[in-house]
């Protein structure tokens, strides 16, 4: 796992599912967490996703699905047929918040006893 410093919150490399919706009544899409923080996301997908569009996201965490909204901040091509999204979050359900605070947190802690 990669402890990646952005911005105000650290973002923690990660690997978890994802799922989102890019408005009311739409399928759900799936991609890849590739890093994740309080403050937003970035996702791999097959799936066309344009800066500026307000997308509802729910992360798979072990037993736990974190429901968030957030707006694309960025979208870059990746290798073969997948785009790579920066995602802002602008919302985290509540009891969801704490749940991730305390995730990331111990994402940490494994991470710098890993550095020792």
Not at 25 to 43: E, V, Y
Not at 69 to 90: C, D, E, M, Q
Request: aromatic letters at 8%.
């Amino acid at each position: 796992m990669n402890l990646i410093e952005r911005r105000s919150h650290p973002r923690i490399g990660i690997y978890h599912p994802v799922y989102y919706f890019t408005d009311h009544g739409s399928n759900p899409k799936l991609g890849s967490a590739i890093d994740l923080s309080m403050g937003g996301i970035r996702i791999k997908t097959p799936y066309s996703v344009i800066e500026g569009q307000e997308l509802e996201i729910f992360i798979v965490i072990d037993t736990q699905v974190i429901k968030t909204k957030g707006k694309v901040v960025s979208v870059s091509r990746s290798k073969g047929k997948n785009l790579t999204a920066r995602i802002r979050f602008a919302e985290i359900s509540n009891p969801d918040g704490p749940y991730l605070e305390q995730y990331l947190s111990s994402v940490m802690e494994r991470h710098k006893a890993w550095e020792k």
